[in-house]
Nanobody, 120 residues
Framework: QVQSVESGGGLVKAGGSLRLSCVTS????????VRWYRQAAGNERELVAHISSDGTTIYADSVKGRFTISRANAKNTVVLQMNSLAPEDTGVYFC??????????????WGQGTQVTVSS
């Protein structure tokens, strides 16, 4: 019932920037946590950034100072701004939203992923 959809991925040269968006839709009472993950080919999925309902943010050491997670003006939208991109950032980026929806049921919603490719 509750769905999350990512957008904004693409091909960019090293040193460039991309802005990813995650829109969560459905019957929603609250969204408590949104996380961005990424998975490179042949590697395990890793946590990139986290934002909670009180505004607390957490970043992986590898992206601190380069990536920023924030809530956008649009309803139920979270943005991941990625600057100073490097080839090591290449992978499929997923958003994960957790909260409460219809009939106060807890939801755990994963997007389908968006590809980010950084060339040398």
């Amino acid at each position: 019932q509750v769905q999350s959809v990512e957008s904004g991925g693409g091909l960019v040269k090293a040193g460039g920037s991309l802005r990813l968006s995650c829109v969560t839709s459905g019957v929603i009472f609250s969204i408590d946590v949104v996380r961005w993950y990424r998975q490179a080919a042949g590697n395990e999925r890793e946590l990139v950034a986290h934002i909670s309902s009180d505004g607390t943010t957490i970043y992986a050491d590898s992206v601190k100072g380069r990536f920023t997670i924030s809530r956008a003006n649009a309803k139920n939208t979270v943005v991941l701004q990625m600057n100073s991109l490097a080839p090591e950032d290449t992978g499929v980026y997923f958003c994960n939203a957790q909260g409460y929806g219809d009939n106060t049921r807890h939801f755990d919603s994963w997007g389908q992923g968006t590809q980010v490719t950084v060339s040398s």
